[in-house]
């Protein structure tokens, strides 16, 4: 028997209680114990031979342990093409979002500039209405007054581009011609 083996042999015990413990699947546990096997006898030249093989072997074995931990969150669970759901894989779209954002900036872009000022502090950047007062250089009622304007504006310009996408064309008249 080969020097190698008869330091490795021995180890193979311990070193699957030790990936069964890390990992909790026995199966998953003898895919890494075989790993470090191969990574073991691939690298044994590398080895010091005043070093402890023992201690060798088991920080290879946790090195891989980690890295398949760390491979495991970054791609996430593991499923079975059998058991995936449909609504596990699917995701809703999101173009309307982009839309709907598109269409509330265009709305707010509409509105006056002092009551756009003021929605925009307050709702944007979540200022409270004496900061936005203060800002304003205005008395915080007049902040309250045109936020109420703002937001009614708004809420009507978004009805009304709704109502218009929604709305059927009009045919056009045609004319006869004799």
Sequence with gaps: MSDMARLIE?????LRRYARALTGNAAAADDLVQDCLERTI????QRRDDGDT????????HNLAVNRMRQTVRRGRHIELEDIDESTISEP?????????????AAVNRLPEDQRSVLLLISVEELSYADAARVLDVPIGTVMSRLARARERLRRLMQDDTAAATATPARPHLRSVQ
């Design 10 to 14: 021995p180890l193979i015990p311990a």
């Design 54 to 61: 023992r201690a060798w072997m088991f920080t290879i074995l």
């Design 42 to 45: 691939s690298r044994w030249h």
């Design 93 to 105: 779209a999101h173009q309307e979002d982009g839309l709907r954002e598109t269409d509330i900036m």
